[in-house]
């Protein structure tokens, strides 16, 4: 574990102490609870309603503020995604036989909120909770090939460009000009950009006002997924992006197919 900072703890220890017994608190009952100082309780308390996480009340206590609300409302969106893509990304890692992962768009970075990691992945743990840079992974290039290219600039300039392999798009231009050949295609590839020897394709998932708000994809070790498996893996990772989709509300303009020995998938 990395440096804790106590000031922190001490700030979420009280948020903690608000529940549905108990959602007002004074300053003092604040301070006592929690074996502070009243001016060091003082401090955090205003650091607290200063980004909206507590607010003051008439009566002078404070209670829990909108900022929770918001939080506690990504989460339950998250959740939601998450249960309802995880049926679909199951059956797309048995017949990919590769890892899958499915990622929301989290500022300027993706945030992996499901995975189902192959038997062949050399990682000993789950992707589940890491942040990646978006334009060195499929999913984070898929989810900036749909956003404004005022926006992916604004991103650029805030995050940069860092280099990760010999691979990795460190020029904004060279990065522009994939993200468009992406929103042609409707796909996106790591071409071992984030990882040595890893390659991946993903696909965008949109919600139901056309925004983008996900991407899932197949990753593994096999360069044949950017070579004669890609048709077939591109093909299956776009259509379980739009059927994630779908689930959001979103009516794609052209429905992806996938060809099987029982016939296609899709309309």
Not at 203 to 219: E, H, K, L
Not at 249 to 267: D, E, F, K, Q, V
């Amino acid at each position: 574990m990395g440096t804790v900072i106590q000031s922190v703890l001490k700030a979420i220890d009280i948020l903690h102490l608000f529940s549905p017994d108990e959602p007002r608190l004074s300053l003092g009952e604040i301070s006592r609870r929690l074996n502070l100082p009243k001016s060091t309780a003082h401090n955090l308390v205003n650091t607290l309603a200063a980004r909206h996480f507590i607010e003051q009340q008439e009566d002078g206590r404070y209670a829990l503020g909108p900022a929770i609300i918001a939080l506690t409302q990504a989460v339950r969106i998250n959740v939601e995604l998450r249960d309802v893509a995880a049926p679909l990304l199951r059956e797309l890692a048995e017949t990919a036989r590769e890892s899958v992962y499915l990622a929301v768009l989290d500022g300027t970075f993706a945030l992996y909120i499901y995975a189902v990691e192959s038997s062949a992945r050399l990682r000993a743990r789950t992707a589940v909770g890491d942040r990646a840079h978006l334009h060195c992974t499929s999913v984070g290039k898929a989810m900036l090939s749909a956003l404004p290219e005022a926006q992916v600039r604004a991103i650029i300039r805030e995050v940069g460009l860092p280099r990760f392999t010999d691979r990795t798009l460190t020029d904004p231009e060279a990065l522009l000009q994939e993200l468009a050949e992406t929103r042609q295609r409707g796909f996106a590839l790591d071409r071992g950009e984030h990882e040595a020897h890893n390659y991946c394709v993903g696909a965008p998932i949109f919600d139901r006002r056309g925004q983008v708000i996900a991407a899932c994809s197949v990753s593994g070790t096999d360069p044949a997924i950017l070579g004669e498996r890609l048709p077939d893996l591109a093909a299956r990772v776009l259509y379980v992006a739009q059927e994630i989709g779908r689930y959001q509300g979103y009516l794609p303009s052209r429905s992806a197919m996938i060809h099987t020995n029982h016939g296609p998938l899709g309309a």
